[in-house]
T-cell receptor, first 114, second 114 residues
């Protein structure tokens, strides 16, 4: 079975600083994809970034980057130059070849302080 | 216009009533999904469909049914709503092209069962 763990309590960061949101995963399938989604207070789920298990380089999308450490089974999201609009809930998720279904973690709340 | 739309956006109903939540997409994706989100539990998969003739149960399908009327439309029904089905419901779509398909979410439907 696959599992995503997000255990950080609510995170706070000062505007313009970088922040790392932790995600660890567990799967026996060697082939998998890792995703991060953002959920602002308005409720929608916004896709941010994706990393495949066989990708040689860490994924980057604008201010978002994914610190992928395969041996440690971690896929941490790094947000650089935080903005007030980054305040939201962030979910890590995984999909494996075994069932092609997305499994979500419980999320982390990020608050950006001015 | 939004690529994935859900109707209604908010609904309050009573125990025992039949409810239908509708999802439409203009992304041209074959795969569609229904999730529910409860506080502290992340998103959980209810049903998914990889094409019009393919319907599959997710991890929490009891009490729900679905209909894939067309490639672009996927409806979720609660035949006899109960209070513990109060949640935020998301529809998502994806298009598998090799590698890992990214799921894109609708805006959500907030359902309250009294």
């Amino acid at each position: 079975a696959q599992k995503i763990t997000q255990t950080q309590p609510g995170m706070f960061v000062q505007e313009k600083e970088a922040v790392t949101l932790d995600c660890t995963y567990d799967t026996s399938d060697p082939s998998y994809g890792l995703f991060w989604y953002k959920q602002p207070s308005s409720g929608e789920m916004i896709f941010l970034i994706y990393q495949g298990s066989y990708d040689q380089q860490n994924a980057t999308e604008g201010r978002y980057s994914l610190n992928f450490q395969k041996a440690r089974k971690s896929a941490n999201l790094v947000i650089s130059a935080s903005q007030l609009g980054d305040s939201a809930m962030y979910f890590c998720a995984m999909i494996t070849g075994a069932n092609s279904k997305l499994t979500f973690g419980k999320g982390i709340t990020l608050s950006v302080r001015p | 216009d939004a690529d994935v739309t859900q109707t209604p956006r908010n609904r309050i109903t009573k125990t025992g009533k039949r409810i239908m939540l509708e999802c439409s997409q203009t992304k041209g994706h074959d795969r569609m999904y229904w999730y529910r989100q409860d506080p502290g539990l992340g998103l959980r998969l209810i049903y998914y469909s990889f094409d019009v003739k393919d319907i599959n149960k997710g991890e929490i399908s009891d009490g729900y049914s679905v209909s894939r009327q067309a490639q672009a439309k996927f409806s979720l029904s609660l035949e006899s709503a109960i209070p513990n089905q109060t949640a935020l419901y998301f529809c998502a779509t994806s298009d598998f092209r090799g590698g890992w398909d990214t799921q894109y979410f609708g805006p959500g439907t907030r359902l309250t069962v009294l």
